[in-house]
């Protein structure tokens, strides 16, 4: 398996530090608005990466933080008039909802950064004894000097720096570079008290101290996130790690592109956000999933409603021969355990080497695309052997959904069980055999209005949801 790793800018072969389990850290939302389409697509590829590597076999120890305090949120409260943790709380609740409604696999942790000041605090501690650090009087800063190889990540020299990050007013900074590791707080500001005041950690060190933490090791295998946040948020994370255990924070960077809404960077004051929310009114989750397979992870992508229309019309696709197949194969049962037909292995094989190639999700996409064409044309024909042909597409659907993430629970049908489905079907064979073909209409008719359609064929009637 080979990935794209932004620490080397190379291809590399894929080897975790444990033969067989992979320790990954994504960072998380910071509270302080709805998520947005971004957000989304950076939570949903990290789950299929994870559920792919989960289907090679690894156990996956996967951990995304919640930034719950940062000068953002604190801004936020003020504007609006209401306490930091009042707003910080109702984002989260929004952000829970919205994995909720992405029906993500759950983190194994999911730590909030005010949950951990101690660690953090300690790790402050850490860093001044080590000479990485000192102390003003607006707070503790990080020596950017003092650490070698610092820009590697982000592939900048040093002193190349200076325009790209925001100069921090405070002229006791020994250098412009170096970042807060701990704000004192004034009165109306949060703070937890420390050895150098009341005050906050910064933002970077909370992603150095809850990755290590709660994955227990000083070098992950995959550390993730976007790429507008390599610098400085990234490579700050790489210099506390290293400066801290004096090991490099992580083998593999895997950097996500960015999200732009018909061509335009998306923003509050364009008018063009899409909130999570705003989606999930419209589409299901299956439906955001397409679109944001269609890219490959490490590129950009651009939204645009138009494009959620297609993706919707693609989801139908495999929604339509998921119900069909189900509904021909009712009396089979699962075929776990029964071997895969040979010629449909092969688009699982063609998945799987779309996904080894740093996830390819488009081309995986495209292999599950060609494996529904094919059954539908069997499904169609009268090949004596396709129930077992079928059976096979049937299991290879349901291992590249699984890895996608599809979830066809969101199919339920309203106000009808598939017993009645299929009792109503008989009697309406029933009345095509008697030649009383209005009171066969009616009954479609009626099942139609329930959202099922009915399919006749030679080999009988199959029923799909509309
Ligand atoms: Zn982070």
Not at 88 to 111: C, H, Q, T, W
């Amino acid at each position: 398996m080979k990935v794209y790793n932004s620490l080397t800018k190379k291809i590399e072969e894929f080897k975790p530090v444990d033969k067989n389990r992979v320790k990954m850290y994504t960072c998380g939302v910071t509270t302080y608005d709805d998520c947005h389409i971004g957000h989304g697509r950076s939570l949903y590829i990290f789950d299929v990466i994870r559920r792919y590597l989960e289907h090679k076999g690894f156990q996956v120890d996967f951990v995304r933080n919640i930034t719950d305090i940062d000068d953002k949120i604190i801004n936020r409260a003020r504007e609006i008039g209401i306490g930091w943790k009042e707003l910080s709380d109702r984002y989260i609740a929004g952000y829970k909802n919205d994995l909720k409604n992405l029906e993500l696999m759950p983190a194994v942790f999911e730590p909030r950064a005010t949950e951990n000041i101690q660690e953090m605090i300690e790790s402050v501690e850490k860093l001044i004894e080590k000479g990485y650090a000192y102390q003003t009087e607006t707070g503790v800063y990080f020596q950017v000097r003092k650490m070698k190889g610092y820009g590697s990540l982000s592939g900048q020299k040093i002193d190349d720096m200076k325009d790209a990050v925001r100069i921090n007013p405070d002229e006791k900074k020994k250098d412009p570079l170096d970042f807060a590791l701990w704000k004192k707080s004034s009165d109306d500001e949060p703070g937890w008290m420390s050895p150098w005041g009341r005050g906050r950690p910064g933002w970077h060190i909370e992603c150095s101290v809850m990755s290590q933490k709660y994955l227990k090791r000083d070098t992950l295998d995959i550390h993730g996130g976007g790429r507008d946040l390599i610098f400085p948020h990234h490579e700050n994370e790489c210099a506390q790690s290293i400066g801290l255990s004096g090991k490099k924070l992580a083998n593999y960077w895997l950097h996500h592109g960015l999200l732009t809404i018909e061509g335009r960077k998306m923003s509050k004051s364009l008018g063009n956000f899409v909130t999570l929310s705003e989606i999930f009114k419209k589409y299901q989750a299956n439906v955001l999933k397409i679109f944001y397979l269609q890219a490959h992870y490490s590129s950009s992508i651009d939204f645009s409603w138009e494009k959620m229309e297609e993706a919707k019309k693609a989801y139908g696709h495999i929604a339509i021969l998921k119900d069909k197949l189900d509904n021909y194969l009712k009396d089979q049962g699962a075929c776990a355990g029964k071997k895969l037909k040979a010629e449909v292995k092969l688009y699982l094989q063609e998945f799987n080497q779309a996904m080894d190639d740093d996830f390819n999700t488009s081309r995986g996409l495209a292999a599950l695309f060609e494996l529904i064409s094919q059954a539908n044309r069997k499904l169609a024909g009268d090949d004596k052997n396709k129930k077992d042909f079928l059976l096979s597409c049937r299991q290879v659907l349901g291992t590249i959904s699984a890895i996608f993430g599809f979830t066809f629970s969101q199919n339920k049908i309203s106000g009808i069980t598939e017993k009645e489905i299929n009792s109503l079907i008989a009697q309406r064979n029933q009345c095509r055999k008697n030649k009383q073909f209005q009171e066969a209409d009616k009954i479609r008719g009626q099942l139609l209005d329930k959202g099922i359609i009915l399919e006749d064929s030679k080999e009988g009637t199959i029923w799909r949801r509309k």
